[in-house]
């Protein structure tokens, strides 16, 4: 199994000038740009399963619903932990399966809502535990700060897709990976490719033999 980080963020290290920042007003502030929508487009359609964070959907509720490469809708993850609003439009696109996780049982927005409780495991290393006994391959990971602290601590992520927009936010709350990490990640880059002076980074997450 395969996760895939796939991040953006500003030069000054920010994910967004505020939580319920959603992808349209990113673009209209030029911290996300046509290119880098159409490559989460992308990511998500080479995935099988999408783990996500309760903040990044409140935020945008329309993510999906894109088809795989097995042309299947992939499985979105979004981890709460005190569930959500059923009038998001989110919960209205039938076509995602979507699964809650969280340390406990919490309310769903209908009976199509899976969810999954991790309780006193680590709660990564318990969702890609499932995920592989479904025979899931291929996982993109749309963290955020809180989130992508889980599957970095657990030292779980395969790879980083990094965007760095050339913008200078000034302000912010939620970095790539929130701190404290129990020990450093090393990453040595692959390949990077300049478009319209926005960066796009692929890097490999090092480990120690």
């Known amino acids: 199994m395969k996760v895939i980080n796939l991040m953006l963020m500003s030069l000054d290290g920010e994910i967004a000038s505020r939580s319920d920042e959603t992808n349209d007003e990113r673009l209209q502030q030029g911290v996300s740009d046509p290119y880098d929508q159409n490559l989460v487009k992308e ?3 080479q995935s099988e399963a999408v783990i996500i964070g309760a903040a990044s959907v409140r935020a945008d509720a329309h993510l999906g619903p894109f088809k795989n490469f097995r042309g299947d ?33 919490l309310p769903r927005s209908s009976d199509k809502v899976g969810s999954l409780c991790y309780g006193t495991h680590p709660p990564g290393q318990f969702l890609l535990d499932h ?34 927009a050339p913008r200078f936010l ?24 300049v478009k319209d002076s926005f960066i796009y980074s692929h890097y490999r997450i090092r480990r120690e033999n």
């Open 43 to 45: 990511e998500i359609k």
């Open 73 to 105: 809708y992939p499985t979105w993850f979004i981890y709460t932990t005190r569930g959500f609003d059923p009038s998001l439009a989110f919960w209205q696109q039938s076509a995602n399966p979507r699964v809650l996780v969280s340390a406990g049982l």
């Open 131 to 164: 995920l592989r006994s479904k025979g899931v391959e291929r996982v993109l990971l749309l963290g955020v700060g809180k989130v992508n602290q889980i599957f970095y601590g657990e030292n779980l992520v395969d790879e980083l897709k990094l965007t760095i």
């Open 170 to 193: 000034g302000r912010g709350q939620t970095r790539v990976v929130n701190a404290p990490l129990p020990t450093p990640v090393q990453l040595e880059l692959i390949s990077s490719l």
